[in-house]
């Protein structure tokens, strides 16, 4: 990389961020026309003024002097020195009667611009074509920029009219165009972008400059509320760059304006997805305030999804002061209007008395009702109130039913209960490999109970060919996680040596987290070994 080309991209970078200043955190989303456009080096630096090279090489020079400024944020001197580099580029060009000055930086482009003159075509521009050297129009270039930075765009709108002047094949003016005139009046810039996408395929195929041309096209609708299209040009640009944030982002801005516009005008379905959308701080910033604004409004009509939303809320105590009993009432509307979670929901309250007086029986009922309805969940839970006797008659072949079902859907509590329950014999004919297969279910998806009896199958080999080394493992991962049973194992292996290098250190270190989670044995055998 030459020190100018070098130059040119620290320029660059520092031109993107003042067009940036002042836009809020990435996953909020801003209505943004276009990005700040990313000039590309100069590929040509031979074709000045022919009159006199020397003089287009003296301007040149003037040309990254200012250029120096502005990366110092010096920019009234810079402004400066660029008004009177453009005059002397003006002085050079005489004859503009009988010549056309342009600045095209790309020889193919200057080629394929030629050709299109040599047409003929009625209307076309016969005046002889002299090429000046691009630090002209890129000189009115960085004069709009400095315009924009301080939100001047007349004066920008001006520089970049007389740029587009002198640039008849480059698609970046058109782009800067079309952002301050969007400033000026949402809009308005969309005719700029739809001719930036224009010249962008026409020379060369410039996918990068066609991809923020259809961003500005896309802010431009999003202006004047065709919100439909505006995501169509969003959507588009991805297809030229497939990873384009700012894109992603507009696009899911545009989701948030559609729904937002059906949430103000009183759909419950759409005021619930707005909650959602507080709620989980997805693609606008979370807070629970609004989340709950847009529930209870949505609760109010009767949606039972967003009452049981509200109930949580106060349950929770978050964009609400916590109360059990609203929680109550709102997870009751929706659980009566058949919700399955809120009656699960409902039926936890019972079994822990939160809000309402503790009854199994009550409880059951509501269990019963999401159970029937499919919820794991709630069959998991059916099969324990089955298995202890709270609120039903105790019924280990009824439980085992709801286990199974629960189970199947892959709900881990109930695949290690069901494991648990093979392993005893409870309530079904006892089986070793049933055992292993369930609790290994369970065990996988982190279930701490399961993990702990699976390190008990390798321990004494059953269902399992045994292993003192697997054991470990699971009681470790099922230790990780708190269970005291596991942390005890844990360190009777180090006090053995079985599956683990002997260490009494870490088999009292181990003990201990066992005896201050309760679990006497291992209390015991640190009053009496250590």
């Avoid at 269970?483 to 180090?494: I, S």
Wanted: charged residues 25%; contains cysteine.
């Amino acid at each position: 990389m030459t020190p100018n080309n070098m130059f040119n991209k620290v320029f660059f970078a520092v031109l993107c961020l003042l067009l940036l200043s002042g836009t809020v955190e990435a996953k909020t989303p801003v209505r943004t026309q276009s990005v700040a456009p990313q000039r590309a080096t100069d590929q040509i630096d031979s074709f000045y003024i022919p009159s006199d090279a020397g003089i287009g090489n003296e301007l040149r020079g003037k040309f990254s002097a200012a250029r120096a400024l502005i990366t110092k944020k010096d920019y009234a001197l810079a402004d400066s020195l660029l008004d009177a580099l453009i005059k002397e580029f003006e002085a050079l060009m005489v004859d503009t009667k009988n010549n056309r000055y342009v600045c095209i930086r790309y020889d193919s482009d200057y080629e394929q611009f030629l050709k299109e003159e040599a047409a003929g075509l009625p209307g076309k521009d016969h005046r002889p074509i002299i090429r000046v050297h691009a630090s002209f129009s890129r000189a009115l270039q960085l004069k709009g920029w400095i315009a924009v930075d301080q939100k001047e765009w007349v004066k920008a709108i001006d520089c970049f009219k007389k740029e587009m002047l002198y640039t008849p094949c480059e698609s970046d003016q058109y782009v800067e165009m079309g952002f301050v005139a969007s400033k000026l009046r949402g809009g308005e810039g969309f005719g700029y972008y739809k001719r930036a996408y224009d010249l962008a395929e026409a020379y060369g195929n410039n996918t990068y400059d066609k991809a923020r041309a259809l961003r500005g096209m896309g802010g431009a609708l999003i202006d004047i509320k065709k919100l439909d299209e505006a995501n169509a040009m969003f959507e588009k640009s991805l297809d030229l760059e497939l990873d384009n944030k700012i894109a992603l982002r507009q696009i899911d801005y545009i989701k948030v304006l559609k729904v937002r516009n059906k949430a103000d005008s009183g759909d419950a379905a759409a005021q619930f997805e707005l909650g959602l959308l507080y709620s989980t701080g997805t693609i606008v910033p979370q807070n629970d305030n609004e989340s709950v604004k847009w529930f209870r409004l949505a609760a109010e009509q009767g949606l039972a999804e967003a009452q049981r939303y509200l109930g949580n809320a106060y349950a929770a105590g978050e964009g609400v002061e916590q109360s059990y009993i609203e929680s109550i009432k709102w997870t009751r509307l929706a659980a009566e209007q058949g919700d399955a979670i809120a009656q699960y929901h409902l039926g936890i309250a019972y079994t822990e008395g939160q809000g309402v007086q503790q009854g199994y029986e009550e409880a059951v009922k509501w269990f019963r009702l999401a159970a029937d309805q499919g919820l794991a969940e709630a069959q998991y839970n059916m099969g324990y109130v089955y298995s202890t006797g709270d609120g039903v008659p105790v019924n280990q072949a009824t439980a085992i039913a709801w286990y199974q079902l629960s189970a199947d859907k892959g709900f881990p509590a109930a695949q290690g209960s069901l494991g648990a329950a093979y392993a005893a014999g409870n309530g079904v004919e006892k089986s070793s490999l049933e055992a292993v297969k369930w609790s290994r279910l369970a065990a996988e998806q982190g279930d701490c109970s399961a993990q702990y009896n699976l390190g008990i199958a390798y321990a004494f080999g059953q269902g399992v060919q045994q292993s003192k080394e697997e054991a470990v493992k699971w009681f470790r991962l099922a230790a990780d996680q708190g269970l005291a049973e596991a942390q005890y194992n844990l360190g009777v292996a180090y006090s053995n040596g079985k599956g683990v290098k002997l260490n009494k250190a870490t088999a009292k270190a181990w003990y201990k987290k066992a005896c201050a989670n309760g679990y006497k044995p291992a209390c015991d055998v640190l009053k009496n070994n250590f």
